[in-house]
């Protein structure tokens, strides 16, 4: 059965320290990759952009599939463990290639590279990631519960990706005559794939096994039927059409695709346009720990407190008009010169207090996914996690590609080109930057929270689906008014 009371700390830690593999590819593929590729290894940025977005493309296209199949897998290990038991090995060969091309490699021949490796990773990251996540609907029913679950989930994975990312800056990167960051240290960064690698391994190796012993206590599959391709199109569709879900999943692209450009041009904010040294943007790194703590503390009494749609949309409000502030507030000359400690302790403070309640508003918004599953599974009969949790993994990718795409496309208005350094941009390029950055951010911002407004699902209307499933009722389920 289904633990509907609270998950033991052995049962979070293990659910939550999957999140961390999620945290070490993202931010490695988000934040740095278009910096390695384009800045380092010479690849214009318009081909990393490609590789990175054909390769997103695929892997979206999966999600579906890989959510579907686990929804429906019949083994003695059940349905989610297998997937996620075959893509520890390749994934973490995948990402241990990705940053350790042959230095011969260049052009078409680096793209190809790019995009076969990436692929890989994606693909196979897939299937750990959506039968992963969609246990946070199965472990536990309780609605607080889950926010608990997933709380620890970003947590992790935030704690993962800064981790590695910190040993980069600070241990990898060995800063040189005319090259003070590091970044051209190019044997730093093959190290940084063989230590991600490693721990993205690990990562999933711990929530696999740490789980396992909840397989025969977890939902069973539907009853065995005839599918045909139509039918399961049929299923797909039929399950997707719940307006909770809807509104979770226009949310999320929007929401997403700003967060594809802010990862994108984080490290060209800080080296170009603040112009912080590498030991600078490695504490802004350290820092983010306070934020994940803080936001690991504040998700979940604040989603008690409000309800997860109130908490969701009063954080992720404040959050995001944060968070591009310092660079408006810097193009009107109402902050202290680069350079200067002033400058860099205010982006500190901003960054620890606004990320805290970006990473809460993610938690909220996670354990939303979740609540639907009872809401849907009382209007069709048939339990749906994996389909869910693949409909935001699929819209996270795309968004995210296109993200990283219009990212490119800031660099190339401003005139940042491969292997130029922050003293060679010039005032209208910063500028350029600048405004790029912001303006979109707030506007994709804002849609975002206009769209999750729109879920309908409350402590009261999750409770009552809870019952009614106890009671065997098959009326439709209740949602919310407001």
């Known amino acids: 059965m289904v633990e509907t009371g609270k998950p033991s700390l052995a049962t979070r830690l293990a659910y939550g320290i999957g999140g961390a593999a999620g945290g070490i590819k993202n931010n490695g593929f988000e934040y740095v990759l278009l910096l390695f590729y384009s800045q380092i290894m010479g690849l214009s940025a318009v081909l990393v952009a490609a590789a990175l977005w054909i390769a997103l493309l695929i892997d979206a296209f999966s999600d579906p599939v890989v959510g579907y199949w686990s929804d429906n897998m019949r083994t003695k290990w059940g349905r989610r463990h297998p997937f996620m038991y075959i893509a520890m090995v390749p994934v973490a060969i995948g990402y241990f290639f990705v940053w350790n091309p042959p230095t011969e490699l260049s052009g078409l021949n680096l793209f190809a590279w790019l995009l076969g490796f990436t692929v890989i990773v994606r693909l196979m990251y897939t299937f750990f990631e959506v039968p992963s996540t969609a246990l946070a609907a199965e472990l536990t029913q309780d609605y607080d519960e889950r926010t608990s679950l997933m709380s620890f989930r970003y947590f992790f994975?935030?704690?993962?990706?800064?981790?590695?990312?910190?040993?980069?800056?600070?241990?990898?990167?060995?800063?040189?005559?005319?090259?003070?960051?590091?970044?051209?240290?190019?044997?730093?960064?093959?190290?940084?794939?063989?230590?991600?690698?490693?721990?993205?391994?690990?990562?999933?190796?711990?929530?696999?096994?740490?789980?396992?012993?909840?397989?025969p206590h977890l939902k069973a599959p539907p009853a065995a039927r005839k599918l045909t391709p139509m039918k399961i199109l049929g299923e797909i569709w039929e399950t997707v059409s719940n307006p909770s879900f809807r509104a979770l999943f226009i949310a999320t692209l929007f929401g997403l695709l700003a967060s594809g450009i802010s990862a994108t041009l984080n490290q060209y904010i800080n080296g170009f346009f603040w112009e912080f040294t590498n030991d600078q943007i490695g504490g802004l790194t350290v820092a983010v720990y306070v934020s994940a703590i803080l936001a690991l503390v504040i998700a979940p009494p604040v989603g008690k407190a409000f309800g997860k749609k109130k908490a969701a949309i009063i954080i992720g409000f404040l959050a995001f008009t944060i968070a591009p502030m310092p660079v408006i507030l810097r193009q009107f000359g109402l902050l202290p010169p680069n350079g200067s400690d002033a400058l860099y302790y205010f982006v500190l403070g901003v960054t620890v207090f606004d990320l805290a309640l970006i990473i809460a508003y993610q938690m909220l918004a996670a354990s939303m996914v979740a609540d639907i599953v009872e809401q849907n599974e009382l209007a069709t009969g048939r339990r749906s996690e994996g389909i869910y949790f693949a409909g935001i993994s699929f819209m996270r990718k795309l968004a995210q590609g296109m993200g990283v795409l219009t990212a490119s496309g800031v660099l190339a208005v401003a005139s940042i080109t491969p292997g130029m350094r922050a003293a060679q941009a010039s005032e209208e390029s910063i500028r350029i930057l600048g405004w790029g950055y912001a303006l979109s951010l707030l506007t994709l911002w804002t849609i975002m929270m206009v769209c999750i407004s729109f879920y309908r699902i409350s402590r009261e209307d999750h409770e009552a689906n809870l019952e009614a499933l106890r009671s065997g009722a098959t009326a439709q389920p209740r949602f919310e008014k407001s």
């Open 157 to 215: 994975a935030w704690v993962g990706g800064l981790t590695v990312q910190i040993i980069l800056f600070f241990f990898l990167l060995l800063p040189s005559d005319g090259d003070p960051s590091g970044f051209f240290h190019i044997p730093g960064w093959n190290t940084y794939g063989l230590i991600g690698a490693s721990c993205i391994l690990a990562s999933i190796a711990v929530t696999s096994l740490g789980t396992h012993r909840h397989i």
